[in-house]
Structure formats: C-alpha cells, structure tokens
C-alpha cells in the first residue's frame, strides 16, 4: 500500500501537476478547500502527510494548520506549506505553528518530491 498525500489547495491545477509527479511512488486525495478536508480526516481517514496552500477562501491554512496540530488525531501528521506567500515573517512563522516544510510557489516538483519523501522515510 503506497503512502497517502492529502493536497488542500483553491487551485485544482496545482493538484493535478503535484499528483502527475507523485504518481508511482504515492496515492493523492485532493481538496478545493480545508471543511472538505477536516471532515475527511474527522471520518477516520488519516494520510501520511498534508500539502496545503495558505491563502484559501473560507478557511486560511494558517487556521487549517492550527486546528491540525491542536488536535490529539492529527498534530502528528506532517504539514508542508505550499504557497505563493513570500513574507518571511509568515514562513517562520508557519514553521513555528509545527509546519514540516515551507514550499514557495512556482515550485519544482522533482524538489517538492524528494522532500516528502525524507519525511515519509522518518
């Protein structure tokens, strides 16, 4: 059974092309915004490691990756941040929140790939 991504991103394209490149080596389950994603997670589905983006309507993933590690369930999933959002005060900021990783946008995705595998692997 390969490892489980979540992606959590407004922009479904950003999705197709981290899920092209992810293909062979790990499963994707996407979602267009983060109260799709929690009520997955909060139906027992639990995936190796979370991508999400920052700047999302409804629900920020400043939020979303509040909620994530204020919970007992999901504080030890790992979360990378993947975004356009080049503040350094918000990406140290992210990573103090218990963010994994910090991924600007445009990425690459033969990159994005080799950093979750070092965290799939510890």
């Known amino acids: 059974m390969k490892p489980l991504i979540m992606l959590v991103d ?13 293909k062979g080596s790990y499963d994707t389950v996407y979602f267009e915004n983060v109260i799709a994603a929690m009520a997955y997670l909060q139906k027992g589905n ?16 400043f939020e979303f990756l509040s909620q994530l590690k204020s919970s007992v369930l999901f504080s030890s999933i790992p979360v990378f941040v993947l975004s356009s959002v080049e503040s350094r005060v918000d990406q140290i900021k992210l990573l103090e929140m218990g963010a994994a ?22």
């Open 46 to 61: 639990l995936p190796n490691l979370i991508i999400t983006d920052i700047n999302m309507p409804e629900i920020s993933g």
């Open 10 to 22: 407004d922009r479904p394209e950003i999705a197709k092309v981290i899920s092209m490149y992810l």
């Open 101 to 122: 990783d910090f991924i600007l946008k445009p990425f690459n995705p033969e990159e994005l790939k080799v950093r979750i595998a070092k965290w799939i692997k510890s």
